[in-house]
């Protein structure tokens, strides 16, 4: 079968590559010249383990290749998938513009029957557009082709986006006709012959399947959030509560880590993006709504918490900040908490010091008036705190002498909980934590 993929990012990159090495014919095609050449060049452009291989092994043996020639790609493929990017629109809502011009794109070259599949993460009532965009199209070529439209979203994490595509959870096939439906099914039978479970259903169902599944995800995160909120005014421990309610199989124990919230390219748009589509319907998605300002409140409350760790005045301190990306093994700064908390810091007249194991080159652009580091202890250096933002594994195990001997006050505040505040305080550190009960000091 042959198929291509619009949109050559981190979803459509994954998706062509996986579906390559399946053993199925894949062409790439992607607007952005520069990013076609560096990946025809046999260079990978996003950093995702195991990626570089899995497209190396591919080229080399003639199933994958890499186009700006999106009408050629198009007319040689049975199957179109489309892997655009949808951002947030400033009132919440989705663009759509690149998603329409693709469909136009494809419309325009349609030269026979095709599935055109949305992988983009869109609002329902979506591929009923990019059907209605093609058509438009067609009609403007006097050209009548039957074509099919299917949703087909997907669930990768980035960091592990080789596994969740190779071994997903579930896949998830909205189809109108019987004829797409077998197409689709032959294209991912690999993954059936695997036993994945496969959720075959309609379009509409398929575009809000992803909607719900990040809205709950993310529900979860503010949830324990505001657990710890409260543990933080009745002496609780939020990751004891977190392990007294996962251990129950109906919650489970995934995503419920206390922290400063939800960041990265999905989360923060797709809660937003539901909500104003519930509310465009005349529902409202009142759950979403609250998750949303639960999150906005939690970042505002972890530079909260960093000024009354000291002393309520940051005016001409220096605070050294540990992790910017939005989780670790990612150089992604998209939407990332770390910025909300630098900002505010700044916003309160702190100095603000900063390492991150990946994402610095990022974030230069983003502050003129934070000074990069080359590692953790340099950012210690005569800072009054260090704030750990991000859990990268090179934070979990500092050395925490080095550390008293370089803070000007031994001051940790910890918003990801990744040290143990008795062992902290044993240490002779001032340690805050987010949703932990500060550790009780012996008087003598
Ligand atoms: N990144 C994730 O972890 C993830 C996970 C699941 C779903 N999604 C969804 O998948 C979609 C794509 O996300 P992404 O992270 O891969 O985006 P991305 O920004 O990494 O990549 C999108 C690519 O599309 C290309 N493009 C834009 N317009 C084009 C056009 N007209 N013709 C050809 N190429 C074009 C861009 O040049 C870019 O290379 C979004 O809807 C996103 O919400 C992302």
């Known amino acids: 079968m042959n198929i291509c993929v619009i949109g050559t990012g981190y979803v459509g990159l994954v998706t062509g590559a996986c579906f390559a090495e399946f053993g199925v014919q894949v062409v790439c095609a992607d607007k952005d010249a520069a990013k076609v050449a560096t990946l025809q060049e046999g260079n990978t452009p996003i950093y995702e383990p195991g990626l570089e291989e899995?497209?190396?092994r591919n080229v080399r043996e003639e199933r994958l290749s890499f186009t700006t020639d999106t009408a050629g790609a198009v007319r040689s493929s049975l199957v179109v998938f489309i892997a655009v990017p949808t951002p947030a629109r400033g009132d919440g809502g989705t663009d759509l513009s690149f998603i329409e011009a693709v469909s136009r794109e494809i419309g325009a070259n349609m030269d026979g029957y095709k599935v055109v599949v949305t992988k983009s993460t869109v609002p329902v009532g979506t591929s009923a557009r990019v059907r209605g965009w093609i058509e438009e199209e067609l009609a403007g070529r006097k050209t009548a082709t039957r074509f099919s439209v299917a949703s087909n979203p997907e669930f990768l994490r980035e960091g592990a986006a080789i596994g969740d595509f190779m071994r997903p959870d579930r896949i998830v096939i909205g189809t109108e006709d019987e004829q797409s439906k077998a197409i689709l099914e032959d294209l991912y039978r690999p993954l059936y012959l695997n036993e994945t479970p496969v959720v075959n259903t309609n379009v509409p169902t398929a575009e809000l399947t992803k909607y719900a599944a990040n809205a709950f995800l993310a529900t979860k995160i503010s949830f324990i959030n505001e657990v710890a909120n409260l543990c933080e005014n009745?002496?609780?421990?939020?990751?004891?509560?977190?392990?007294?309610?996962?251990?129950?199989?109906r919650i489970g124990p995934k995503f419920l880590h206390a922290g400063p919230g939800f960041g990265g390219s999905c989360f923060?748009?797709?809660?937003?993006?539901?909500?104003?589509?519930?509310?465009?319907?005349?529902?409202g998605f009142e759950i979403v709504e609250a998750v949303v300002r639960v999150n906005d409140r939690q970042r505002r409350r972890m530079v909260e918490k960093i000024v009354g760790a000291l002393g309520g005045d940051v005016q001409g301190k220096t605070v050294a900040v540990l992790g910017l990306s939005f989780k670790p093994q990612t150089d992604d700064m998209r939407e990332s908490p770390a910025v909300d908390i630098v900002n505010g810091l700044i916003a309160e007249g702190a100095k603000v010091r900063a390492h991150d194991p990946a994402a610095m080159d990022e974030c230069r652009g983003l502050w003129d008036d934070v000074d990069f580091t080359d590692d953790p202890y340099q950012a210690a250096e005569g800072a009054d705190a260090l704030v750990i933002v991000t859990e990268w594994n090179q934070f979990?195990?500092?050395d925490l002498d080095r550390l008293l001997e370089l803070l000007r006050r031994p001051l940790i505040v910890d918003l990801r909980n990744i040290y143990d505040p008795v062992r902290m305080e044993a240490a002779g550190f001032e340690y805050v934590s987010v949703g932990r009960p500060p550790v009780e000091r012996e008087t003598s």
Request: hydrophobic content about 45%; charged content about 30%; aromatic content about 2%.
């Open 54 to 56: 899995i497209i190396a």
């Open 268 to 283: 923060p748009k797709d809660t937003r993006s539901v909500a104003h589509f519930a509310r465009e319907v005349g529902e």
């Open 234 to 249: 009745v002496g609780a421990d939020v990751q004891a509560i977190a392990r007294g309610i996962g251990l129950d199989r």
């Open 396 to 398: 979990r195990a500092l």
